[in-house]
């Protein structure tokens, strides 16, 4: 990644289904950035954080993770984004320490001591099966299981959603310490938890029937929140008639 | 009076669920019916072989259906839904009949096939063409309601006891009775099969019909419906039914070793093969000790079961990659910073080490039918093991549900071929002297054929594999 480019860039992103076309959409995320992405359930949040990891393949437009297409970069270019969605990608029978096990395998960039501070920090049991974790675990091993090796680009699909508030707040503060302090990574995160995005982002993009309609400051949000507004502001953009 | 409400709703639903498979196997198996007529000599059998074919896989759909819900947890919501349970049940299983009706024309198919290969290029007596199939419809129904009640009752998660234990159920029945009441229930069943075959008009059919196959057929219909509703209300789902099922019991766990992708892809391919097959282990030693010390039906009984549990060893790997597709983990291997053609050869190093026992087990059984093992046959039987799993793995990870009808469409092809052609046995004739070839290469190559073999499937499947990895898409996505 060259100086000033930023980790991620999204230009004229289309995803076409039969019922449904997100985009086209652009926008870019320097390092050291967190973004939020808000919208009403379908406005096309998860395929949208699906088609910038790559994990969506059919896209129109472009996308460059560290100035790179995800799905024609190499494969240790993957090593770049950490996605985690709602629970780990990985037979159930494993046990949570063993899935970590075989992706410190995997990843060239795995930090076991950073591994084992997060799963501390987070009061995960590794010792679980993945298939009988609850929600709220399952969350905290997929998100432990996507930064472990610091990825540039950390995604993440709903990130606190189902977890109890100590571990809530424990997860945002973990984020804000980790891409306050990283000038040279960026997070995306979505979620339907107004308050957790204001205290974590820095701006927020929000979606609404697969368009991108307005983009907010964090200090906008700050502001509104600490007005009452926030939940009105928001709703009232997602409400309104595409220009 | 019974609540009959729902009972249309269940059943559309199930037929539904099998639509386009049903309706494909029908028109093939009427167009092999066509075909037959026109055929004679053993190129005749061809059309209704490929029908069966068809109809067989149709049949199969409403329990791979069910064993979907059962996993997946749906039978949870249809638990819920205002419909008598045994209503709901019926209403499936009529469902099931229904989707399973082409084997009817299929077997007309093989039937005309049989008897142009046979005999003179009539078709043969009407009544039995259309009796013979009729029963086979009628039998094949009643096992597939027993089997989804069963399943709906007790849930297997592998089916693969089934087809021998099929095969094998009527002669152990029988070892179990006293030798006169085994001759006398032989006996009746052969009185009964010639009482079958001798029906020469309608009325006798009829009569038939409605003194015993219609209350049988009730009977087995209540049964199973019953049995099936039981199942319904006892079920609970379970996720970690989802992929390798767990068992209790300490066991070596998964550790980083540092040493790169192949490896621990393929240590954890072998971690969870070893959790997946425990209880099949020790079933194989049952199997053995039956085998070995048993009376002679259930020793036949054992020897049938040993292969399919030594194939079952390396080739349960591929069966892991059929539950990924499904659930979605998958994408957690294809998203790993590493070509998926190191992720495949992570899953071939797994399947060669799990063909080890499954050969050993294999020619276990040979020196205890008087064959001597060697270490050449040995390698020879992992090397067909690594073969068949690995080919299995690498096809079903590439193949997608829109390439069936380009098969179907081969196979519609090779049979309006085959029907343009004269009287002489072109098609057989070909595949036996494929047979053929097969034969003098294994007397020129010797015990390297299966080397051979599997090398090209090894070659040949990476690419497919790594090309199915990398194209997958979970279908929530």
Known sequence: ?243 | MIDLHGLLPSLRREVRRGTVLSLAAGVVALLAAGIATRLDGSAAMVPGGIALLGAVLAWFGPLVHLGADRLLGYLEFDRTLPIALRVMAAGRLLGASIRILPLFPALVALLIGFRQSSGPADVGDPIALVVIPLVGQVIATVVLWWLMALNARWSFRRLWWLPTTIGFLPQVALMVLPASLRVTVENRFIAAIHALTGIATGSQLVILLLLVVVPLLVACFAGAAILFAAGLARYQFDPTQLGVSMTKGARVELRAIGRGPLLAVARLRLRLATEQFRRELVVLVVLFMVAAFGPAGARDFARHYIPVLAALLPSGIALQLFAGRLTGELEGLQHLPHSASTVGLGYLVAIAVMALPGAVALQLLHAMSGTPPTVLAVLSSWAWFVAIAWGGAAVGLWFRRRYIIAVVLFLVALMLTSSLLDSEDRIIGGAIALVDRYRALQIAFGPLLPFGITLIVVVVGVPLFARGLARYTPQRA
């Open chain 1, 1 to 243: 990644m060259s100086q000033g480019e930023p980790i991620l860039l999204v230009q004229d992103l289309t995803v076409r289904y039969p019922a449904f076309t997100l985009g086209p959409l652009s926008f870019a995320i320097q390092g050291g950035e967190t973004v939020a992405l808000l919208g009403a359930n379908a406005a096309g949040k998860t395929t949208l954080l699906r088609a910038i990891t790559g994990r969506l393949r059919d896209r129109e437009g472009r996308v460059a993770l560290s100035g790179r297409d995800p799905l024609s970069a190499p494969p240790i270019w993957r090593a770049r984004v950490g996605f985690a969605a709602e629970k780990p990608q990985v037979d159930g029978a494993l046990r949570v320490r063993e899935w970590f096990a075989f992706l410190a395998d995997c990843y060239p960039s795995w930090d076991v001591a950073y591994q084992q501070d997060l799963t501390a920090r987070l009061a995960l049991d590794d010792s679980e099966r993945i298939g009988t974790l609850s929600r709220g675990t399952a969350v905290k091993a997929a998100y432990i299981g996507a930064e472990a090796y610091r990825p540039q680009l950390l995604v993440l699909d709903e990130p606190t959603n189902g977890l109890d508030p100590v571990v809530r707040l424990e997860i945002l503060e973990l984020l804000r310490n980790c891409f306050a302090a990283s000038p040279d990574r960026a997070l995306i995160f979505s979620s339907h938890l107004l308050d957790d995005v204001e205290a974590l982002c820095d701006r927020a993009l929000l979606l609404r029937d697969g368009q991108l309609v307005q983009e907010i400051a964090g200090t906008v949000l700050t502001e509104a929140r600490a007005s009452g507004q926030l939940t009105t502001m928001i709703a009232g953009v997602l409400r309104s008639p595409i220009a």
